[in-house]
């Protein structure tokens, strides 16, 4: 008896020590894990972002003056050409402003060419004035010649008298006649000067009259400048359209009253061309530096679920809009609608096409998510701590587990680029643990029957 159990526990030891080591040995042996080849395909990376549709060019048509809507020539929908007139508002105070404004004119017009005129004749004043100083010039000379004559005439006179030659009346009449001709001289002189100060004082008049010639000059076109804003308010009265396209919305009635303040009050809003529709979608700041011009764009709308528009990203405004703490950038996209399907203020639900790349190897994005376990986690903790931000370490079940890196390139919610590494197609990267490996069975989990027989037999 004491034999059969010696021999029994000769047996169960060694079979119990072995069964133990199995149950309690490394995570590497007990854990099953799920695998994923690694495949040759293709990887797109987008951003998804919502904006609102509008017309390529939009233009806002108001009222410049205030007045009354008399007429209107256009409504919704409406196809209207560059210099069609859309809207008229009633004229009648503008038009008494241009006729105000053309009678103002005239009287400054008038009162100019009265100037005109006396300019006119002072300068005729002025011809006779000089003529006179002439003729007063050759009036003096020929009194002095007079009184040149008289004072020689008097003193052969006198020496004639004193010679008792001539009586005294004779001497007294030579020099009266002497003293008349002085007399004479000095009134052609007075009248010399007088001639001079008419010619100062008419220079003195052409000159007050030559400044207010420049002033009604100046008037004139002060009531010019008035009459033309009279004019152009007038015109104003008459809004047309400032370019080729669709009235898209009317905001007026006929009767109404429009008040030109600091805004032109809004009448019309016109598109361009509904061909040529825009995008205006937030992209946000951590998605930015992955959008580029002339990336496409593809983009639904809820008014057609099941079909997809293509478009192109004409520009990335530097611009930050800021709300609620987050920042985003507007991307404007522009987007063709040959089919008029698309209207203006429809949502578009966006997704930017960032990169898409053919035929590149590529590994599952759960690869990022497997955790490992026991010595196989301290082992993958070693190595990446020592990796740069854009390498990855991938395990791969070949035979046992093996932990590899790989140079990532661009990945998204399915796919990462595998750009350079120890990693060929074809290979198993492990993505996850714990459930049935990728012929069905547990990899690890327990001995099969064949296993237990050659533990026991080497026992």
Request: glycine share 6%; no cysteine.
């Amino acid at each position: 008896m004491k034999k059969i159990l010696f021999a029994a526990l000769i047996f169960l030891l060694p079979g119990g020590a072995m069964i133990a080591w199995y149950f309690t040995g490394s995570s590497e042996r007990r854990n099953s894990f799920i695998t994923e080849e690694a495949s040759i395909g293709d990887i797109r990376t987008t951003i998804s972002a919502t904006g609102s549709l509008a017309a390529l060019t939009t233009v806002e048509v108001g009222s410049q003056i205030s007045g009354n809507i008399l007429q209107l020539n256009a409504d919704y929908n409406d196809r209207v050409a560059a210099g069609q007139m859309l809207a008229q508002l009633d004229p009648s105070t503008y038009e008494a402003q241009v006729m105000q404004a053309r009678a103002n004119l005239e009287n400054a017009i008038a009162t100019l060419k009265t100037s005109e005129a006396q300019v006119k004749n002072l300068q005729a004043s002025m011809l006779t004035a000089q003529a006179e100083i002439q003729v007063s010039k050759a009036n003096i000379r020929k009194a002095e010649v007079m009184v040149e004559e008289a004072e020689r005439n008097y003193r052969r006179i006198k020496e004639l008298f004193e010679k008792k030659l001539v009586s005294a009346s004779d001497q007294d009449q030579a020099m009266t006649s002497f003293e008349s001709q002085k007399a004479s001289l000095e009134g052609t002189r007075a009248q010399h000067e007088s001639a001079k100060a008419r010619v100062m004082a008419i220079e003195a008049q052409l000159e007050a009259e030559n400044f207010r010639i420049e002033g009604e000059k100046a008037r004139v076109k002060q009531m010019e400048a008035q009459l033309n804003i009279a004019q152009i308010n007038l015109d104003r009265t008459k809004i047309y359209s400032p370019i080729d396209g669709v009235v898209i919305s009317r905001e007026v009635d006929v009767g109404q009253t429009v008040a030109a303040s600091l805004q032109a009050p809004r009448l019309f809003i016109i598109a361009q061309d509904l061909r040529e529709m825009q995008i205006d979608t937030a992209v946000d700041e951590a998605d930015i530096g992955q959008v580029k011009q002339g990336q496409t764009v593809n983009f639904t709308v809820d008014a057609y679920r099941n079909r997809s528009f293509t478009g192109t990203i004409a520009q990335v405004r530097l611009s930050p809009v800021e709300t609620s703490n987050v920042v985003t950038y507007s991307v404007m996209v522009n987007v063709k609608n040959d089919d008029l399907l698309l209207k203006p203020g429809m949502t578009a639900n966006v997704e930017i096409i960032a990169a898409d790349l053919k035929n590149v190897l590529r590994i599952p994005a759960k690869a990022l998510y497997f955790k490992a376990t026991g010595r196989m986690a301290e082992k993958q903790s070693e190595i990446t701590s020592s990796l740069a931000t854009d390498t990855l370490p991938v395990w791969v079940k070949s035979g046992k587990p093996e932990l590899r890196t790989i140079k990532m390139g661009i990945s998204n919610d399915e796919f990462i680029e595998v750009l350079s590494g120890d990693l060929k197609e074809g290979e198993k990267v492990i993505i996850g643990s714990g459930g049935e490996g990728e012929n069905g069975s547990r990899e690890g989990g327990f001995f099969n029957t064949r296993s237990l027989r050659r533990a026991t037999r080497r026992m």
